[in-house]
């Protein structure tokens, strides 16, 4: 549980700086529905993360029953909402969709970057 706490901390505040340094970035060369669309993609890639381990950490959590009480439903609910987010801020032009899509790809490159460093050490 430490680790699971650490773990999306270390997410959130890396991924959060990193997401406002490249909004800060995109507001200065492109505009502000740009960095919105970062900002927005960035927001997505954090609660899709957030959610993520948290599924992971109570299926593997084996001395209670918290594991058993995962569903199907709440497997396919997390896709599905995304899925709707993505299409209504396509549909409504909310953000810019490269935009919101560079934001969720910063936030995976942290991922995968936290992960090679807890990896080697």
């Not at 970035?25 to 740009?34: C, Q, T, V």
């Not at 959590?61 to 709440?74: A, M, R, Y």
């Not at 993505?86 to 934001?103: D, P, S, Y």
């Given at each position: 549980?430490?680790?699971?706490?650490?773990?999306?901390?270390?997410?959130?505040?890396?991924?959060?700086?990193?997401?406002?340094?490249?909004?800060?970035?995109?507001?200065?060369?492109?505009?502000?529905?740009?960095?919105?669309?970062?900002?927005?993609g960035g927001?997505?890639?954090?609660?899709?993360?957030?959610?993520?381990?948290?599924?992971?950490?109570?299926?593997?959590?084996?001395?209670?029953?918290?594991?058993?009480?995962?569903?199907?439903?709440?497997?396919?609910?997390?896709?599905?909402?995304?899925?709707?987010?993505?299409?209504?801020?396509?549909?409504?032009?909310?953000?810019n969709i490269?935009?919101?899509?560079?934001?969720?790809?910063?936030?995976?490159?942290?991922?995968?970057?936290?992960?090679?460093r807890q990896?080697?050490?």
């Amino acid at each position: 549980m430490e680790q699971e706490k650490r773990l999306l901390k270390s997410l959130q505040i890396k991924g959060g700086i990193a997401i406002l340094i490249t909004a800060i970035l995109a507001i200065f060369f492109f505009s502000i529905y740009e960095a919105a669309g970062i900002i927005i993609g960035g927001l997505i890639g954090i609660l899709n993360f957030s959610m993520m381990i948290r599924f992971v950490y109570k299926i593997l959590d084996s001395d209670s029953t918290k594991g058993k009480g995962i569903n199907l439903s709440q497997y396919t609910g997390k896709p599905l909402f995304l899925l709707i987010l993505f299409f209504a801020i396509i549909k409504w032009q909310l953000a810019n969709i490269l935009a919101v899509i560079i934001g969720f790809t910063i936030i995976l490159i942290v991922i995968t970057a936290e992960g090679l460093r807890q990896d080697t050490s």
